[in-house]
């Protein structure tokens, strides 16, 4: 069953409502970005005050600094002008439960959406499959903060990027909603 007729409706109210934020300037107005996973109990507008027009947010799997992450955060400060940005994973992240060898594996036996299960993500599909995942580094995560100290040390090792730029890390509590600070991702991401 598909959500189309749903969005669409839901666009309609909103665009009737539309009003002054067709004003809003291209750049964020409070000149920060945040790089925060996909999932869908993470809303970054409430969890940081956001409204329409504050800040760059970009989104992926696990909130990774992939290269398309970069790219973007390039593109938010050097066309953008923001001089923040903040790295923020979550607890309970689907990208904890699989390894890449294990998702070139699942795609290699069929295309269709996995299982999880209390083994871990376990392929219910006929195929057929793509031995392409085995190509793809997946970015999945061991340990939350680690990989938070991965990417803002991958950020801040950027040639790309400005060492002016600070970027903070913090990993978001599903169960609680707060922001817990990676306190040594933050320190490698001071400033300098």
């Not at 607890?91 to 871990?120: D, I, Q, R, V, W």
């Not at 801040?156 to 970027?167: A, E, F, G, R, Y």
């Amino acid at each position: 069953m598909s959500v189309l007729n749903e969005v669409l409706t839901s666009n309609a109210a909103y665009a009737a409502s539309f009003g002054d934020r067709a004003n809003l300037a291209m750049p964020p107005s409070r000149r920060f970005a945040v790089l925060t996973c996909m999932d869908a109990r993470l809303d970054p507008a409430k969890f940081a005050g956001l409204s329409e027009g504050d800040a760059h947010v970009i989104r992926n799997a696990g909130g990774r600094a992939s290269d398309d992450a970069i790219r973007s955060l390039v593109i938010s400060y050097k066309l953008l002008g923001t001089k923040e940005f903040f790295v923020i994973h979550h607890t309970n992240c689907g990208m904890e439960f699989f390894t890449s060898e294990l998702m070139g594996n699942l795609l290699e036996s069929s295309l269709e959406t996995a299982a999880l299960t209390e083994e871990g993500f376990k392929d219910v599909g006929s195929g057929p499959g793509a031995t392409d995942g085995k190509y793809i580094n997946w970015l999945t995560i061991a340990d939350q903060v680690t990989s938070v100290k991965e990417d803002v040390t991958r950020i801040k090792n950027s040639p790309l990027i400005p060492s002016s730029i600070p970027v903070y890390g913090y990993i978001f509590d599903v169960a609680s909603g707060k922001l817990i600070e990676v306190e040594e991702a933050t320190t490698i991401g001071k400033a300098q």
